[in-house]
């Protein structure tokens, strides 16, 4: 069955440094989104991405964060400066279809900021 | 504030049980998804409703959109269907905007 993977699985990162988390979208599917989880808190919608550029993000998703989809397999998010509250799960999703698509979520990329 | 509302936050059932989680929300929604996400962290996405009632096996997921309140069911329950279960609405102004519930943690127990 088709799956979305997601890469690292766990990253240990010093305050200040840059970080990039790898996504593999489902190969069809042209929807691509990420959000994250706080140990303890909701998930939260980060950015929506399709046809090459963002077409929706949140609050949180601010300069300090991009996504890029290099090479027609990846979807990359990378947060340029990690702060401490940076901390969470981050989970990658795709979707064949816009407002109707169902949601395919990767297993998730735990970032530990110190 | 808090777009998407979930009742209630705890759930303990005995194995067998019939169980209800509730879901109410304030925007206006194009879909709204129940999640299940499993203790190591994963997310599966469970159903994706517009309008009426979806059933999967043993789980149930109506909506109500005038009433903006959706129920998931679980009839007879197991515990491996111990799990944290996240309603999640995509708003339709906002285009992908997704708006997420602080979900219900269930534990069935035998």
């Known amino acids: 069955e088709p799956e979305v993977t997601q890469t690292p699985s766990h990253q240990v990162t010093q305050m200040g440094q840059e970080v990039i988390l790898r996504c593999v979208p489902i190969?069809?599917?042209?929807?691509f989104y990420w959000y994250r989880q706080i140990l303890g808190q909701k998930v939260e919608f980060l950015v929506s991405?399709?046809?090459?550029?963002?077409?929706?993000k949140s609050e949180i998703f601010d300069d300090q964060f991009s996504v890029e989809r290099p090479d027609g397999s990846n979807f990359t998010l990378k947060i340029r400066s990690t702060k401490l509250e940076d901390s969470a799960m981050y989970f990658c999703?795709?979707?064949?279809?816009?407002?109707?698509?169902?949601?395919?979520f990767g297993e998730g990329s735990r970032l530990t900021v110190l | 504030k808090n777009e998407v509302e979930q009742s209630p936050q705890n759930l303990t059932a005995q194995e067998g049980e019939f169980i209800t989680i509730n879901c109410s929300y304030s925007?206006?929604?194009?879909?709204l998804h129940w999640l299940q996400q499993h203790p190591g962290g994963g997310i599966v996405s469970l159903f994706m409703?517009?309008?009426g009632k979806k059933k999967h096996g043993r789980l149930i997921a109506t909506i109500n959109i005038q009433e903006k309140h959706s129920s998931l069911h679980i009839t007879a329950s197991h515990p491996r269907d111990s799990a944290v279960y996240i309603c999640?609405?995509?708003?339709?102004?906002?285009?992908?905007?997704?708006?997420f519930g602080t979900g219900t943690s269930l534990t069935v127990i035998p």
């Open positions: 925007v206006g929604i194009s879909a």
């Open positions: 999640a609405v995509r708003s339709l102004g906002g285009g992908n905007q997704f708006y």
């Open positions: 999703a795709s979707s064949d279809r816009g407002s109707h698509g169902e949601l395919f």
């Open positions: 991405f399709y046809n090459n550029e963002i077409s929706e």
């Open positions: 190969s069809n599917h042209l929807y």
């Open positions: 409703l517009s309008s």
